[in-house]
Every structure is written in C-alpha cells, then in structure tokens.
C-alpha cells in the first residue's frame, strides 16, 4: 500500500499548483481521500477531503483550491488557485484506509489513516 504525491515546489504569490497523489497497492475508490497540510509551527490540518460525494474544504482554501479524483488512474489531485504565503507548508495525501502505526487525523467528520510522504510547496517572490 503505497501513496506517492508530487506537485510541489515554489510558486510566487498569486500562482498556482497541481498535486496528484497516486496509489497503488490498493483502489481508491473504495476510500473517503483527502488533502492535509503542516506548516512550520502548525498542526497538521485538513484543507479538503471527498467522501462519498460529499466534499469538505476548509475556511482558509475555500474557493481556491479544488479536491479531484480519477479512479481510473487510482489518483488524487488538488488544484490550488492565488495561493498566498501561508499556504507554504508540507501537503500529504490520505485516504480513511486505516493501516496499523500510521497517524489518524480527521478531516470532514472521517478519520484519514494512510498517508503519502509530503510534497513541499512554498509561496514566496
């Protein structure tokens, strides 16, 4: 069971990124998914998640960023429009696959247990 995200990198203020995660291992489409992110001296948070059909986005990426899926692929995306300087910080991946010493947070009222190794993304000029 793996999750391999990438998009990442430094964007300048007002720009935009696409993250994809990819899975392999297991489908998808038989989990809630979900995008997280931790910024230096934050915790880790829940910017959206997808669970059967209902999407969550939290107050500080809501109308900027955009949580997809392509089963067919077996990946996650999320597209992220005029992103600022705060939304610098490392993005993990996850799916509500629970997997035995991997962290449980919650994002949209589901507990997330299987997570990707991060993709950094810094905005800055």
């Known amino acids: 069971v793996q999750l391999q995200a990438s998009g990442g990198g430094l964007v300048q203020p007002g720009g935009s990124l696409r993250l994809s995660c990819a899975a392999s291992?297991?489908?998808?489409?038989?989990?809630?998914i979900g995008w997280f992110r931790k910024a230096p001296g934050k915790e880790r948070e829940g910017i959206s998640c997808?669970?059967?059909?209902?999407?969550y986005y939290a107050d500080s990426v809501k109308g900027r960023f955009t949580i997809s899926r392509d089963n067919a692929k077996n990946t996650v995306y999320l597209q992220m429009n005029s992103l600022n300087t705060e939304d610098t910080a490392v993005y993990y991946c996850?799916?509500?696959?629970?997997?035995?010493?991997?962290?449980?947070?919650?994002?949209?009222?589901?507990?997330?247990?299987?997570w990707g190794q991060g993709t950094l993304v810094t905005v800055s000029s």
């Open positions: 291992g297991f489908s998808l489409d038989n989990y809630a």
């Open positions: 996850a799916t509500s696959l629970v997997i035995s010493g991997f962290p449980l947070y919650p994002c949209g009222g589901v507990l997330f247990g299987s």
């Open positions: 997808n669970s059967d059909g209902s999407t």
